[in-house]
């Protein structure tokens, strides 16, 4: 069974910093992505890494986040921050691997001001 697990979500202050994971099992995915999704909102992309390596980012978190991988562990991450209250959502975790893709279950983020 495919699945993807976050976690690391919490509540911080502005200004703060946390470390998302995101561990996979049943595949290896090839492309793996964070989108994330505020109340009331759509969801929406945060970042990407592709099996090169190389990364992409939504403008609003560019400088403050990071994705990266880990292809031993089968698991990515965000590194987030400078965080800022309109972060807030619930971070998703999502993978690509052909016709197999997969999303997790969400963790939620709550950043105070």
């Known amino acids: 069974q495919v699945q993807l697990v976050e976690s690391g979500g919490g509540l911080v202050q502005a200004g703060g910093s946390l470390r998302l994971s995101c561990a996979a099992s049943?595949?290896?995915?090839?492309?793996m992505a964070w989108y994330r999704q505020a109340p009331g909102k759509q969801r929406d992309f945060v970042a990407i890494?592709?099996?090169?390596?190389?990364?992409n980012y939504a403008d609003s978190v560019k400088g403050r986040f990071t994705i990266s991988r880990d292809n031993g562990k089968n698991t990515v991450y965000l590194q987030m921050n400078s965080l800022k209250p309109e972060d807030t959502a619930v971070y998703y975790c999502?993978?690509?691997?052909?016709?197999?893709?997969?999303w997790g279950q969400g963790t939620q983020v709550t950043v105070s001001s």
């Open positions: 049943g595949s290896t995915f090839s492309f």
């Open positions: 890494i592709r099996p090169s390596g190389t990364t």
């Open positions: 999502y993978g690509n691997r052909g016709l197999t893709t997969a």
